[in-house]
């Protein structure tokens, strides 16, 4: 189930890739969160999913019904981020800012396991 921290790995880098505008260091802050939240959720119910018995059909059903909906959620979130930054080309200054916010907003969540916390305290020295 690994699939979880690629998700979030290839989500960041779509988002900084696809990003590109000097915002307010708040906005952008309070984007990251956002954005943030949707992933923290996506990894919680993953672990949740991944800690239930398959012989537990109405609880697998209902998690994986949960995950979807915050994949979806996630997905409109990464959209409007792109269209809010794609009309100005992405520039490295922003590009790590959004990182560092969003590797600070992810530290919040409770639902990292110490390799994806590792992973973020990784980045935010970067």
């Given at each position: 189930?690994?699939?979880n921290g690629i998700l979030c790995l290839v989500l960041i880098?779509?988002?900084i890739g696809v990003s590109g505008c000097k915002s307010e260091d708040k906005a952008l802050k309070?984007?990251?969160k956002t954005i943030a939240d949707a992933m923290c959720k996506s990894?919680?119910?993953m672990n949740e999913l991944k800690?239930?018995?398959p012989a537990d059909s109405v609880t697998v059903n209902r998690l994986q019904q949960e995950y979807q909906i915050v994949q979806?959620?996630?997905m409109g979130l990464y959209d409007?981020?792109?269209a809010k930054h794609e009309k100005t080309p992405p520039t490295?200054?922003?590009n790590n800012e959004f990182r560092k916010y969003l590797n600070e907003s992810m530290l919040d969540c409770k639902n990292l396991s110490k390799e994806e916390r590792e992973t973020f305290e990784k980045g935010m020295k970067q």
């Open positions: 189930m690994k699939i880098a779509g988002i309070q984007e990251a990894i919680g119910v800690k239930t018995d979806s959620e996630l409007e981020f792109r490295e200054a922003f």
